[in-house]
T-cell receptor, first 114, second 113 residues
Framework: GENVEQHPSTLSVQEGDSAVIKCTYS??????FPWYKQELGKGPQLIID?????GEKKDQRIAVTLNKTAKHFSLHITETQPEDSAVYFC?????????????FGTGTRLTIIP | DTEVTQTPKHLVMGMTNKKSLKCEQH?????MYWYKQKAKKPPELMFV???????INESVPSRFSPECPNSSLLNLHLHALQPEDSALYLC????????????FGPGTRLTVL
């Protein structure tokens, strides 16, 4: 089955700087890669996703890049703010097989230092 | 309405109790999911319902019993749980099973004494 590795497990950045979280996946058939943000005491919130026919996607301060050949994808947050502090999970799945299942990475705890 | 709601928010139960967790969505989604999340771990899939039929059961012990009364509601019935079942239980929904974009509720924090 699919295996997703995520690094780093913890990340602290100064407010205003950029943060990058990286994930690698094992199944070359995976074609959908979402990122979730989970704040303390809340459920995961989908913040951005990318499909395998796209190399990069951007939404304001958040961007995701995908390298299918190397089987890795990354989350980039620019101009970080205190409210970006949370745990971030990447995930991978195979869309279109009828039994889609998200395989999550182990999570990154991001702390923004004011 | 783009929200998945879960009740209760917190639940404490003994090992002999029977309780139920409830999940509701009004987005017209036809796939609903139960996940279990232990502290500092990612969510683990338990069950998937598609068009009110159980589609995936990730070999979950029978002390967890899901139920999908209609396309908007998903229940998880709990009986004879163990302390190691203490976790955050998350419900999610997606437009259809193949849609992938899953939207999570806030979860029920379960403690088994």
């Amino acid at each position: 089955g699919e295996n997703v590795e995520q690094h780093p497990s913890t990340l602290s950045v100064q407010e205003g700087d950029s943060a990058v979280i990286k994930c690698t996946y094992s199944d070359s058939a995976s074609n959908y890669f979402p990122w979730y943000k989970q704040e303390l005491g809340k459920g995961p919130q989908l913040i951005i996703d990318i499909r395998s026919n796209v190399g990069e996607k951007k939404d304001q301060r958040i961007a995701v890049t995908l390298n299918k050949t190397a089987k890795h994808f990354s989350l980039h947050i620019t101009e970080t703010q205190p409210e970006d502090s949370a745990v971030y999970f990447c995930a991978a799945s195979i869309r279109g097989r009828g039994n889609e299942k998200l395989t999550f990475g182990t999570g990154t705890r991001l702390t923004i230092i004011p | 309405d783009t929200e998945v709601t879960q009740t209760p928010k917190h639940l404490v139960m003994g090992m002999t109790n029977k309780k139920s967790l409830k999940c509701e969505q009004h987005m017209g989604h036809r796939a609903m999911y139960w996940y279990k999340q232990k502290a500092k771990k990612p969510p683990e899939l338990m069950f998937v319902y598609s068009y009110e039929k159980l589609s995936i059961n990730e070999s979950v012990p029978s002390r967890f019993s899901p139920e999908c009364p209609n396309s908007s509601l998903l229940n998880l019935h709990l009986h004879a749980l163990q302390p190691e079942d203490s976790a955050l239980y998350l419900c999610a929904s997606s437009q259809v099973l193949a849609a992938n974009e899953q939207f999570f509720g806030p979860g029920t924090r379960l403690t088994v004494l």
